[in-house]
């Protein structure tokens, strides 16, 4: 049975007041008759008949003996003269569809359905004043937001433009549609179930191919491609963040911060927070640059606040500041300190900064993705060659997450005798990656038919052969 996501979504919400348009059409009363004749069009119609519908009603604005009703509440909301109400509609009904055809995996139709708007002939000359207004809307829908996020969602099915290297972290793009809290309510959730499912198969893809790739054994039932972009040098790059365990691991600091800084005044709070963050940093121009920006960001930051006890609300807001100083502060370019740091190579140490804010608090973490988001499409206009620098930063950042998930373990064993002081790259060759997924994963790896595995078992049973 196809999910009814309409209902479900509205059935939470409070009855909202009429929206009367200028002419004095009730325009909420006009959605509602459209979402309601799409809801039961994509239940009981083959999927041939919705699209036909859809392009007789959103792009021809043809009338049928079936659309009656339906064609005269699109007709209402062209004369009231309001793009965006026209826009939210026509938007919230393709995740109408898309969100029917997903639960019932026709994922072909919804490749369709995103097609209809790259083929429009919109330049085409019409009498009808009514047409050309429409016309006009749908020019401005593929040229703007809306359907930029719309065509996101073709990377779950394997439609997506994989030439682009954005392409490859589009679970982080996904995130802002999920967080806004204006877009319909059926594009969110269908936003955050992409991007939870993409992330799980990106963690699942890396831990099988960390497995594989260190076997012994050649498998000639699978080969697990590299889903990162780093090439070979994935490997050792997992093993300098695995590397770090024990006393000193990035998990065990945090709690200790959280424990020692428990109850303290919110300005003394800050200060430890600024140590923690720089603590077992070996970069000293690293330490230096970032201790002297934030010192003076964090000195003014929520003075009045200054002699209170510490709280989570105001760890959340705190974390989330520095998230912004570290990233985006404008939420549209790279903040200064952003690009400051990595031209100097810090992409890991970066990275481990941001880790250790969100290991502290992991409310913080949408937050931090929305930014990251921010920040892949403000360089997406570039090509990877001249943004190397930073879609490496994007790598680091997308493998390191990964690492420190809650459904996935990564264990270093030692092959041969080294000082467990040394992490040098030849000390590193010394060592094998284990890694274990757990059951979290295993729903997304089983609807894709992959085999569930304990990959360190796997691995360790393989060396003893």
Known sequence: MIRDVFSLSEGHQTEPRPKLSKLGFDTRHAQE???QFLLELVRKQPPAKVLLEFKQLFIDYDSSSGNVEVIKAISNLIFSNNENDFLHTLKRSCYILINNWDTSRNYSSIKALVDLFSDLKINKRTLSPALSRLRAWLANFIQGQDYYELKLFLAKYGYSDKAHWSSRYTSYLLVP???NLNN?????????ALSKKLKDQFKFDLAMYTARSQSPIHHKDKTYKNPTGLGDDVLRFIKMIVVKRGTFSHVNLANIFLEQTRNIKYQDFKYSLQKYLVFSVDNK???EVLNRQLSEKLEVLYESYHEQRINEAL???TSNKIIDYLT??????????FILLLSQGNHLTLVIVLLKIILICPNSRTHLET???KLIKYYADYSEDECQWVVNFFEVFNITFAIHADNVQYNLIKMSTTSPDDQSEAALETYRVFSQLRECVSVDAEEEGLPQVDEGREQEAEGKR
């Open 371 to 373: 930014c990251i988001a």
């Open 315 to 317: 760890i959340l807001r």
């Open 285 to 287: 121009d690293f330490v």
């Open 184 to 192: 319909p309510v059926e594009q969110r959730e269908a936003a955050r």
């Open 328 to 337: 985006t502060e404008d939420q549209q370019e790279p903040s200064a300190l």
């Open 177 to 179: 549609q999920y967080t």
């Open 33 to 35: 008759i459209i979402y």
